[in-house]
């Protein structure tokens, strides 16, 4: 198909837009973003054809001879090639269109081309055609715009690809193109969730010597992540440098850092931040704050200094929440006050707080610590009644507490109870059961429940090997014992030190050196 056999189709319509689409040529030609418009102005009806005309030719008509070429050249505008790129709903096809256009006719591209195609391709997850539509956009004469850029910054992070998204914020710092600090804020964000976090504070570094102004995200952003890994002091590093750049702390600065304190066990520098906040004016402590550091406190079992901070919260008219009074019981219990734990419990409900899976886990493992599993039980009804599922920590904590003490049929029910709900099974919640019915001498009943647990793609753990082997060596079963060590091995699961002196030990006192020998020939 040549252009002449549709143009003598579609002639009537084209005549009577000839002097609107020279119109259109005058008022789009030119290289710059079109300036105060937030989007490109509508093409007319008669136009409308004329890009359906276009559209056809690209897709059934290639490649274009001359005299398609000719007339194209002459009729095509920056904003028809536009309404052509968005009809054709196909970004490869769109990029063609521009390509053909850029090598082969005397037209300007308009802004908001390069704007679809770019936008398009990144939702699509092509970046490598999205960076090479952005190419050709700095090269015909156009600088995106922040919104562009930001976009494209987000969606490179968004997809883990953090080297393009550096490469074009060092470009557009280069082109004195603006970057937002949003932009920037949101690449740093996106490295620290995927774990990139050097990269995030090579990026911060980076960018200091230009007019990259850090706003108290950026250092929220970077705080947040240093204290997830454990490197508090590198950021209270930065938490220091804050007011030279004009930032203050806020509350989620002050969490974020309190939070970081106590997990690495320095409660007491946490519960001075505390009181630093507490002193200001513009800025004052919350349930989190709080919470952070009571939580610090019961980790390191220091109870009544909890107690004491708990009251102080509500001295200060500050309410605990239901992590305030989850993380006090699981303390509580983990002491062995089970009198103070139920107290907190019962207080629950006058402060709005509703018990969740976490208090009655806590409760319950608090109860077993104490050998008082018939208690825990308890609580299992009384979680039925609130509507609770439980989840596999509490399934796990009440079924080792049953097995030690031999109550082997209740742990075995459940377990059948927690195969039924939609729970990922675990080892360590079947190990304490087939243990038991081991050293019960049950075997044939500790192999079902290894088998149940591969049918529910649970894979043994090196736990569970250990105890089928040497409840085997026990009964004498030496030849099951070095097969179940050979599976094992087959499967990737690498024996410990126990397993094997175990299996040796055993070996060697059933009279079978030889194999005991092989056994530490092939672990060593």
């Given amino acids: 198909m040549t252009l002449f056999s549709l143009t003598n189709r579609v002639s009537r319509v084209l005549s009577a837009s000839t002097v609107f689409i020279r119109h259109r040529r005058i008022q789009f030609h030119g290289g710059s973003h079109p300036q105060?418009?937030?989007?490109?102005?509508?093409?007319?009806?008669?136009?409308?054809?004329?890009?359906?005309?276009?559209?056809?030719?690209?897709?059934?008509?290639?490649?274009?001879?001359?005299?398609?070429?000719?007339?194209?050249?002459?009729?095509?505008?920056?904003?028809?090639?536009?309404?052509?790129?968005?009809?054709l709903k196909n970004p490869t096809f769109g990029l063609k269109v521009l390509e053909?256009?850029?090598?082969?006719?005397?037209?300007?591209?308009?802004f908001w081309t390069y704007n679809l195609l770019i936008r398009s391709f990144c939702c699509m997850g092509l970046y490598g055609s999205a960076r090479l539509v952005f190419d050709y956009m700095k090269i015909d004469g156009h600088l995106p715009d922040s919104t562009l850029l930001g976009f494209m910054i987000s969606s490179f992070g968004r997809a883990g690809e953090f080297g393009m998204?550096?490469?074009?914020?060092?470009?557009?710092?280069?082109?004195?193109?603006?970057?937002?600090i949003f932009a920037v804020n949101n690449l740093l964000?996106?490295?620290?969730?995927?774990?990139?976090?050097?990269?995030?504070v090579s990026l911060y570094k980076e960018n200091l010597g230009s007019n990259f102004n850090p706003d108290t995200w950026t250092f929220n952003i970077l705080i947040r992540g240093l204290c997830r890994v454990g490197k508090v002091d590198q950021a209270f590093e930065f938490f220091n440098d804050m007011r030279s750049f004009g930032c203050f702390p806020d509350i989620v600065t002050y969490n974020t850092i309190i939070n970081g304190l106590c997990r690495e066990y320095e409660v007491d520098r946490?519960?001075?931040?505390?009181?630093?906040?507490?002193l200001r004016d513009d800025c004052a402590p919350n349930v989190v704050t709080y919470t952070s550091v009571i939580s610090g406190y019961c980790k390191l079992r220091k109870m009544e200094e909890a107690s004491?901070?708990?009251?102080?919260m509500m001295s200060s008219g500050t309410l605990p929440s239901v992590v305030?009074?989850?993380?006090?019981?699981?303390?509580?219990?983990?002491?062995?006050?089970?009198?103070?734990a139920k107290s907190l419990y019962e207080k629950m409900a006058s402060f709005g707080c509703i018990p969740d899976v976490v208090t009655f886990t806590s409760l319950i493992n608090g109860y077993c610590q104490i050998g008082d599993v018939n208690r825990s039980l308890q609580l299992w009804d009384a979680m039925k009644v609130k509507n609770v599922s439980p989840n596999v920590y509490t399934f796990a904590i009440t079924i080792n507490a049953l097995c030690k003490e031999n109550r082997l049929r209740e742990a075995f029910r459940l377990l059948r109870e927690l195969q039924c709900r939609n729970i990922v099974p675990k080892p360590f919640i079947f190990n304490p059961v087939i243990d038991g019915f081991c050293k019960a001498g049950n075997l044939d009943e500790a192999n079902r429940i290894v088998a149940e647990m591969e049918k529910k793609k649970c894979d043994p753990d090196k736990v569970t090997f250990t105890i089928l082997i040497i409840g085997h060596c026990m009964k004498g079963r030496m030849l099951k014992a070095i097969s179940i060590f050979d599976k094992m091995l087959s499967v990737g699961c690498t024996p410990d030190d126990i397993t094997v002196r175990s299996l040796i030990s055993c070996l060697l006192k059933a009279g079978m050196p030889k194999e005991a020998y092989l056994i530490s020939t092939i672990t060593s």
Avoid at 51 to 73: E, G, I, R
């Fill in 189 to 200: 964000n996106m490295m620290v969730k995927q774990n990139n976090l050097e990269e995030a």
């Fill in 165 to 180: 998204a550096r490469k074009l914020l060092a470009e557009a710092q280069s082109d004195d193109v603006m970057v937002t």
């Fill in 308 to 312: 004491a901070l708990f009251d102080e």
């Fill in 36 to 87: 105060g418009n937030k989007e490109p102005k509508a093409i007319q009806k008669q136009e409308s054809w004329f890009v359906k005309v276009v559209c056809t030719l690209f897709v059934y008509s290639q490649p274009l001879d001359d005299a398609c070429l000719s007339y194209l050249n002459n009729n095509l505008t920056p904003l028809i090639e536009f309404e052509v790129v968005k009809w």
């Fill in 270 to 278: 946490g519960h001075s931040l505390l009181n630093e906040i507490r």
């Fill in 100 to 110: 053909l256009s850029r090598l082969n006719l005397n037209i300007n591209h308009s």
């Fill in 324 to 340: 305030t009074f989850n993380v006090l019981i699981d303390g509580f219990g983990k002491v062995g006050d089970m009198l103070s």
